[in-house]
């Protein structure tokens, strides 16, 4: 298999498992092997995060989200506590906050990154003003989903925890990514009309 093919294949394995996270440590609660989650995680996070800081292809953010993975599966392992595990969301929500408010500090807003890619020309005025505000609505979403996450760890249920991190997160993720996809086409539409 060619050098292409085994990074594809590395990067989907870590972003399901990233996905699957919560679902993952429940299982291995429950089954009593949390550290193979643990080594799993730590083997797929690290090299993923050490190839996307080598290609440079999806730059520093990639990196520090699965980096983040790493870094908890590895705090886990050393100081055997299964209860790193459970950070892993808030973690990765504080670091796509930092990724997302600091690009609209310096930068090309994130938003405006994925616009352009997708689009392959230049963006209108209008356009970049409206990717600036998605960045920002997602970086509230970052720091509301992170506190949620948090309050789930810090109650000490797994219950909450599982169903927020789990379930109801990614229920709010796509209720807003419909959101927005939705405001975008109604703008777009306005905007050919005139």
Known sequence: MPAESHARVLRAASAALSALWPLAVLAGLA???LSWVLVLGLVLFGVRA????RSGRRGVSAAAVTGAGAA????????????????YPVIVNAV?????????????PVAERFARLASGKPLPAAAVRYCR????????FFVLNGAVALLTVLSGSLRWWGLWNGCLSYLFMGALMASEYLVRRRLQHAAAVQ
């Open 96 to 108: 796509l906050f930092f990724v997302f408010s600091s690009s609209l500090i310096r930068g090309v």
């Open 133 to 140: 505000r998605v960045t920002l609505v997602w970086c509230f």
């Open 72 to 87: 908890v599966c590895a705090a886990g392992l050393l100081f055997a506590r299964d209860a790193a595990a459970l950070w």
């Open 31 to 33: 089954l009593g092997a």
């Open 50 to 53: 050490a190839m996307e800081l």
